[in-house]
């Protein structure tokens, strides 16, 4: 079956450095993969999206690669401040709206000043 | 523009009571989603409806029902509510029906006793 694997610990980074995230995926050729960040008590935001047939991906201080020999996604913050501490999810889909997308569990960053 | 809006925010219901959770959006989006989040376990998508007057069955539909109300609205039903369904409940948007840009309500936190 398809499965999603993200960091199941909490990221604990200083203030300024630049935090990775990793979505691992098995069993599942994704069309693009969405990253989203939910705080506590609230709904997800989607934050980027990238496609199969690209590298890397920019917004801002936010950079996502997706390797998909590798079945892997990772998610960068750069210049990391206290205020981007939060729940990261990472959700790969499929082609059509029959390809249910699927949500990884999250990974909890914690920015430290 | 509201977004996404979800009532009631919180709910106590007893084993085998029902309710309905209402859920609507002001963003002309096509498609709708409900999810369930559960600790560890990540997003789960219950039902969708893809465009008005279409809903499909997600990754856990057991126990609940749905409606495509208008396109606005989308509403879960559980009819005889079980321990097993307490959870955090959200309610998502997009534009279009391949669940890219999802757009999320603030949850209903339903518990079971």
Redesign the interface.
């Known amino acids: 079956s398809q499965k999603?694997e993200q960091n199941?610990e909490a990221l604990n980074i200083q203030e300024g450095k630049t935090a990775t995230l990793t979505c691992n995926y098995t069993n599942y050729s994704p069309a693009?993969l969405?990253w989203y960040r939910q705080d506590p008590?609230?709904?997800?935001?989607?934050l980027l999206?990238i496609r199969e047939n690209e590298k890397e991906k920019r917004k801002e201080r936010l950079k996502v690669t997706f390797d998909t020999t590798l079945k892997q996604s990772l998610f960068h913050i750069t210049a990391s401040q206290p205020a981007d501490s939060a729940t990261y999810?990472c959700?790969p889909?499929?082609?059509?709206?029959a390809s249910?997308?699927i949500?990884?569990?999250?990974t909890r960053l914690s920015i430290r000043p | 523009n509201a977004g996404v809006t979800q009532t009631p925010k919180f709910q106590v219901l007893k084993t085998g009571q029902s309710m309905t959770l209402q859920c609507a959006q002001d963003m002309n989006h096509n498609s709708m989603y409900w999810y369930r989040q559960d600790p560890g376990m990540g997003l789960r998508l219950i039902y969708y409806s893809a465009s008005e007057g279409t809903t499909d069955k997600g990754e856990v539909p057991n126990g609940y029902n749905v409606s495509r109300l208008n396109k606005r609205e989308f509403s879960l039903r559980l009819e005889s509510a079980a321990p097993s369904q307490t959870s955090v409940y959200f309610c998502a948007s997009s534009e279009a029906g391949n669940q890219e840009t999802q757009y999320f309500g603030p949850g209903t936190r339903l518990l079971v006793l």
């Open positions: 999603i199941s693009y969405q008590g609230r709904g997800p935001v989607f999206l999810l959700a889909g499929g082609y059509s709206s249910k997308i949500f990884g569990s999250g």
